[in-house]
């Protein structure tokens, strides 16, 4: 029932409309709107009247404009950065330590024997190319290993048509010296001195020469493209207890004033570099912290690295590898170590150089790598995401999308077995295709996001000799003593080595981001801006608001209207006698100027009789309008 | 009827378009109009409150709010130029930095014989006479004899000296003779004079050429230094002789100094490097100068895909006296950027692998009104010697430089050279060196004005290093690598090569993150206004419309209400004297100054009172609620009551 009534009352006030036209409106708004140029712009004189309308329009399009850049500026999210520099106590970081060299030569012997001694014979037959009394009465050589990938002599001295020597092959007989010869003398012009050979299969001619310039580096490739298929071969368990073990690596610990021994050190299999420890990696125990900066409360090592025990064409440099990391993190340690030297004693202060950004929409950063969409293999030593994860993931991927199997250096995910040359014979071309492939590198860059926070341990390094020539004999023979409980002495100079890690006085910089707009300082602005022209606020615009409702219902009955009188036109039209309804006469009568235009008038005028409901708003126009009709008055007397 | 069309046009507008003047009368009400009419808030409560202590009150915070306004718009004014900074990480495939490596040694010591060995003769005798030092003596000997016999330039040019004990007695060498010199000392070493242990002090003595009293004295703390600086001079003064050409020649070659090469996983040669000559480092490589238009990337850190190098850094070449340490010295730079590898070079050990972590930082500061940076160096008044682009320290050398050739007439060695200037030798510029050090004092303790006209540069690109140093080889892999390596070398040097002959260097990415620090604006207009109506509002509800509106009430209208006044008095005043005096001659004047004064013929801008009387009026007033009616009712009643005299007097006429 009440719904009726209150459509009733709708249908009621929808017949009599507003009551005033669009001027009144528009006068009455102006007039007690709380903006301030449109009270001027009724209030003032004509002539004032022209200059504060074109004023407001002025500073509303203003106002809109100076929003439309508030509003962009807004949503390009800017941010601010503040720096914060100082000392307080922090996690001391994760610091790993490896050897250079992967393996203990000693172990890995008998594996790499014939590769050795194919080297061996290579190296025998670049250097000295006069062949004949090289081959004694030693075993014959396994010349499979070198077929899949051999070594070459390209003499690039006649740049049209270069001369290819494999090095094995019996017919060089008679190039071989020219060849040396043509090495030598063309060094100065275009010449690829050692060469290497990958084929995709045997026998097929889809083969590429990789060119090196240098018979050092060939070599060294080679070696390293040989080991790794054969120790991808070997089970991880072999391979770890062929490394270097704590027990051997890390003589003297200490943290602080703590002692600590290897068996704080956590061991994590490193395909560069086999066996690796990582002291504080935080992974079952909470993560130590530091509260002093200085030498003294940081991390002292003593390593033993070894060298007499090192493959000697695998790694060329000598030296303990070493990477500051945060905990939980995998430490890439060709791209983030550093190296230790031999006998020396280095120390490396350490400044946290941290960035913290803000994640979307902010900044294109990932918080823990769960939106990218590399799978990242690197989430089975339960590590955190990284950039360098995410980029060899990605590798790996590839390598087992296009190779079929994936490469030593980088873990495997289920179900994939890694390359080696039997089973995979044509894999060493597939991966250097690959990894020269600009375009697959360009699909991981892309695909791949850095970590919203970056964390970077700044080191400054500094060396000395250690030990001192004075206290060399005592040092070494306690430390012989504590390791193999003998009295002789078992290390030396070349293999050991001293770091000391700890925090500087300042430890941190921090650059933490904020967001240079907020929601706040939008409205802020935005009001500052409607307030600086127009003082206005949110209400002038739910007032305009209304008036543009209101307007709207003007129009609205308008047309309503205007449709009722075309209808009754056209009942008029069938019957052109009708008598005049009772609204017409009213309106004739009160309207005077109706009499004339008998047919021809608008026949909205019938359809709204005047409501005396509503009296019209006291508009100031009204008094303005006589004001303006006496002008002319009072200049023609 | 025959008025001019222009005319009637005119007086059209003016008829739909009158001019009204202020309606107030005086400035009082004029103010009370406004108070209350005004869309501010506060002025609206002085005229409204009742009472006159709260009227104070009201008039007390109005005028403390406008203050308020003042004095934080000012604020916000003044810290317009400020910056706020932000740092960007972006991850992409980096441009590979240019590195250019110089042996340590400039030239090849067995090549430059035929130069320096009267030079290194006099030097060895020196060290003998000063410290009793000989290496092999027969050898000395001879030359000793060999140069008491000859004599030499280099002593007579630069003697060296050897001071007893402050009392300035000195031991010339040449002479042996004792002697007092005099003129001004300068500790090379320190400011400080190193009074009472060390009594034996060498030094040298430089002379102004052309007045020979005018002497300044170095003197150094160790008799290392001095030689070394000493015989630094002379070799300066010798290199400038020798065109470049040939000291191009006389310097490593590309091969002689690069053994391998290894870029990205591929192999590098020397075609992949670019010459530089510097003037004391001679012969300098650059990797990836961007010279044939291809600047190399990284898409991968990590040391395998950076640059790895083997030098070949013969040691047994090197000039004795002029540099004493053994290496390679090695700078990451720009493209762009001239290599100053003499002030901020790394030196890399021999026997060694260094490993070089590279990090990128870009930078960018905001130029004028926010710093006082320069973008191209191009608004620096001071001529880009080095055909690079603008940086500080570019600008210092060259400013020094042309200080140089202003002052001694010929340009320093070590720099480039202006156009139109020689480098400086004795021959030809006997008094440079004297010269020379002046200046380089001056320079030193900023009296040239180059550090003060020289700017930082707006953006910039840096390279933060990490190195680190390995054995290399290791002793089980020595043997076959130096037999390979000696093979790459070919049979040209007929030797085995030593490993203290070899440095392996490797720089790479460390990652491929690079930072880019910025300074932004931290305002713009925008804002500032924003910020200013938001001050505004806060305090007053105020808008650039109040601004107008006081503009108008209290200059326009204020001020033509003075003049009016000012008018009637005038008026009134000529009126009482003339009637005083002659009667009615002046009339026709009187008449064609009214004429001026109607508004349908005088410009609009300063309305009168005969304009404000002939403004059409309501008259009725039907509806007395609306705030004009109030300004218009006063206008009738009181202006017409008050100036009625004055239009009826026009009247009479």
Redesign the interface.
Known sequence: MNLKKYFIRALHRLQKGPGYTYKELLVWYC?NTNT??P??II?E???KK?IWFF?TLL?ASLVFW?WG??IN?YLSY????S?SIGFKTMKFPAVTVCN??PFK?SQVKHLLKELDRLIEAA?ER??QPTPGNSSENSPPLDLGLWHQIPLVLIDEHDKDNPIILDIFESNHTAGDNQTAAG??TA??NET??GNETTCSHHGSNNCTY????????A?TEWYILQSTSILSKVPLQERIRMGYQAEDMILACLYGAEPCNYKNFTQIYHPDHGNCYIFNWGMDEEALNSSNPGAEFGLKLILDIS??D????L?????ARLMLHQQKSFP?L???G??????TE?SIGVLVDE?E?MGYPY?D?TVNGSDVPVKNLYSQYNTSYS??AC?RSCFQNHMIEICGCGHYMFPLPEGVNYCNNEDYPGWAYCYSSL??S?RH??IC?DS???TCN?T?Y??T?S?ADWPSEASEDWIFHILSYERDMSTNVTLDR?GIIKLNIYFQEYNYRT?S?SA?TTIVWLL?????????????SVLCLIEFGEIIIDSLWITVINVISWCKGLKQKRVQARYPDAPPTVSELVEAHTNLGFQHEDMGALPRDEALPPEPGTPPP?Y?S??VQ???D??????AE | AAMAPGKKITARIK??????GPQAPTLSELMRWYCL?T?THGCRRIVVSRGRLRRFLWILLTLSAVGLILWQCAELLMNYYSA??????????LPFPAVTICNINPYKYSSMKDYLSELDKETKKALETFYGFSEGKSKVRRSVDEWSSTGSDFFKQIPLLKFEDLSKTVTDLRSGQKRKIEGSVFHKDSSIVNSGDSNDIIGFQLCDANNSSECALYTFSSGVNAIQEWYKLHYMNIMAQIPLETKEKLSYSA?DLL????FD?????KRHFTRFHHPLHGNCYTFNSGENGTILST??????YGLQV?LYIDEADYNPFLVTSTGAKIIVHDQNEYPFIEDIGTEIETA??T?I?M?FTRSRKLSKPYSDCTETGADIPVENLYNKSYSLQICLHSCFQKAMVDSCGCAQYAQPLPAGAEYCNYNKNPNWMYCYYRLHEKFVKEQLGCQQICKDACSFKEW?L????????????E???L???S??K???INKKLNKTDLA?LMVFY????E?FISE?PAN?L??L??????Q??LWM??????V?EIVEVFFIDSLSIVMRRQWQKAKKWWNDRKRDQVGKSPQAGDLERQGHDNP?CID?DLPTFNTAL??????????P??P??NYSTLRLETAFTEQLPDTLEVGQH
């Open positions: 007039d301030h140029g009270k001027r209030k004189g004509p002539k022209l004023l500073f100076q850049i508030l500026t800017n941010v601010t950065s720096l250079a060299n030569y190296l670049i250097l090495n030598e060094a100065g690829a001195a990789r060119n090196f310039t240098s018979a050092a580096q070599v060298q007499q090192y493959i000697p064409y790694s060329s440099a000598a030296g890439f060709k791209d983030q550093i190296y230790a030297m031999a006998g280095t960035l950004r900044s950063c950039i360098q980029l990894r020269s600009i590198r360009q860059i791949c996001k850095e970056d970077q700044k080191m390094i060396m070349n650059i981001e240079a802020s602005s935005l009001g500052g801006q409607f307030g600086f022209w127009m003082g206005g006291n100031d009204l008094r006589p004001l303006d006496l002008g002319p008055d009072s200049d | 008829r739909t378009l009158p001019v009204k009419n869309n706020s900074v932000s740092v960007t990480v972006q991850f992409q495939k091969d053994l391998t090469c290894f996983g591929l192999s590098c040669d898409s991968t850190g990590g040391s395998e083997v060694a692998a490993s972590g990090h933060a990490t190195t680190s140093i390995a054995q290399w080889p290791s002793t089980v892999s043997d076959w690598m037999r390979v390596l093979w790459d070919g049979q040209k392996n460390k990652d491929l993150n930072r932004n713009t925008v804002i206004l924003s910020n200013f109506g938001g505004l509002g509800s105020c808008s650039v419309v109040c107008i349908v609009e002939r403004l059409p009026l309501p008259q009725d007033n039907p509806l609620r609306t004009p009616p």
